[in-house]
């Protein structure tokens, strides 16, 4: 159950030992300059009229126009404390001068993120957040917050948390990608002029000089030999030392319980094809630098990102640069929590940087991040269903990296908690192979049209590795 932190520096030095880059095997966006992505955060007031404001039962944010930006969500100061009550926002698409109806978040959101007590858990940068959500190209917003009586104890008055902040992220774009499109719903004039960014915030934008620069500050498939430097995608099928594929890993010779070494196992289904953080336009010197491991991959947790379902597959990257950005600099987290998103095209991303084939600890299922991997299909399942593309690229995804492990889609194994509201820290808790983040933490998440769906990608998922 250890985590470990493999340096940046060994990292750099393994890159450099790499060919030149060859050209991707399938064609990623045109040669073009990349625009970064920025966030833009607000303080919520209390609302005109409240009847109670030193209580600060309701803030809001009055209708404002601001820099374009296409995901939104709500931030507070201490990541222990919930926010019981309503969030909802309305946004204006940018050029049209109409609002959209008013949206809700998904408040409580804690269960995705940092196990308690770990290095990364216990960042003073942490903040408690809601679920992001996607709105397209925006030039305005408007914020109400409203606490919930129920959720503060019949013998105390609602509250909310400190240091309610509203959080707008422009993803930027990637090197050829069109300018973004705006939501479903048209919106009013953009106006260049806009707020600055909070002072007192860290900023978490700056790349750090530990991570390096150029060839240097890459992305965590070059680091696993996985794909040549700028490639757009991880190509499968590739099957381990002895199967298709193995040509193109330059310069890896497979250590003692490598990855690598583990894919000599029976029941290694192939490898999907996998869009590299390159190919989404990560912005290497975001996160923090270095690498999380722990020690195997013993399940997989099935999540969905609570963002709507507002976005069509060419957006996907863009959608996953947004929550990158919030993950890490709104939320305070050393990187974007899953591992691997899927979109509702089947089109499967590599998350959190560190290796597609190793295991990355990651930030998806509060107390149950050690020894698992975690996956989320982008969008909100609870009265949508999801697609059959994405419910196969979960059973394929699963098949593949569950096999490197040894572990059989079909199973239930032994993961010991640390810490949630629905196991204490240290008990051992069985789960299935393929779990729903409610089966570790009392969530909504993955929703539950998603969640039906887990029976069926669990013998897909055996079924493609040949059991």
């Known amino acids: 159950m250890r985590g470990f932190l493999a340096s940046s520096i060994g990292v750099s030095c393994a890159v450099l030992a790499l060919p030149l880059a060859s050209p991707a095997t399938a064609a ?4 073009g300059p990349a625009v970064p992505g920025t966030t833009q955060s607000f303080p919520l007031a209390p609302l005109t009229g409240s009847r109670a404001p030193e209580a600060a039962t309701e803030r809001g944010l009055a209708p404002q126009t601001v820099r374009s930006f296409s995901l939104v969500g709500v931030v507070w100061d201490d990541p222990a404390a919930q926010l019981h009550g309503r969030v909802r926002i309305r946004t204006r698409a940018n ?11 998904e408040a409580q959101n804690q269960d995705h993120g940092p196990d308690p007590g770990t290095g990364e858990g216990s960042s ?14 925006s030039d305005g917003v408007q914020v109400s917050v409203h606490a919930d009586e129920s959720g503060s104890g019949a013998t105390r008055a609602p509250k909310l948390p400190d240091g309610l902040h509203v959080e707008l992220v422009d993803p930027g774009r990637a090197q050829g990608e069109d300018a973004p499109a705006g939501p479903a719903v048209p919106g009013g004039p953009a106006d260049p002029a806009g707020p600055a960014e909070e002072p007192d915030r860290p900023d978490l934008s700056a790349p750090d000089p530990a991570a390096g620069t150029g060839a240097e500050a890459i992305a965590s498939a070059v680091e696993a030999g996985l794909a040549p430097l700028n490639d757009w995608e991880i190509p499968g099928p590739w099957k ?3 199967g298709p594929g193995e040509s193109q890993k330059p310069g890896k010779t497979p250590g003692k319980d490598t990855p690598t070494e583990r894919t000599r ?5 192939p490898r999907p094809r ?3 953080r390159s190919g989404w336009g990560a912005d290497e010197g975001l996160r923090e630098p270095g690498f999380l491991y722990t020690d195997t991959v013993k399940a997989a947790f099935v999540h969905h990102t609570a963002s709507g379902n507002n976005y069509t597959c060419a957006q996907a990257p863009s959608v996953i640069r947004s929550i990158y950005r919030y993950h890490v600099v709104s939320s305070g987290w050393r990187d ?13 991303y590599e998350g959190r940087a560190g290796g597609v084939e190793k295991p990355v600890m990651g930030a998806h299922t509060l107390g149950f991040n050690s020894d698992t991997t975690g996956i989320a299909v982008i969008g909100t399942y609870t009265s949508t269903a999801p697609s059959t593309a994405a419910v196969d690229a979960l059973a394929r995804l699963t098949a593949w990296k569950l096999g490197l492990f040894g572990m059989d889609p079909r199973a239930k194994t032994y993961l010991e908690s640390g810490g949630g509201n629905l196991y204490p820290k240290g008990e051992n808790v069985r789960l299935n192979v393929i ?3 409610r089966d570790g933490f009392a969530t909504e998440c993955p929703g539950r049209l998603l969640y039906g769906e887990l029976g069926l990608i669990r013998s897909q998922a055996a079924r493609y590795q040949g059991r």
């Open 28 to 31: 990623g966006p045109a040669a």
């Open 336 to 348: 974007i929590g899953y591992n691997f998103l899927v979109d509702k095209c089947g089109n499967i």
């Open 124 to 137: 003073r940068r942490m903040r408690g957040s809601t679920a992001p959500l996607w709105v397209g190209a």
């Open 265 to 269: 196992q029976p029941y290694v289904a």
């Open 274 to 276: 996998i869009v590299s």
């Open 95 to 105: 050029g049209t001068g109409r609002w959209s109806g008013w949206q809700e978040l």
């Open 435 to 437: 779990s729903g983040h």
């Open 240 to 242: 381990g030392p002895e």
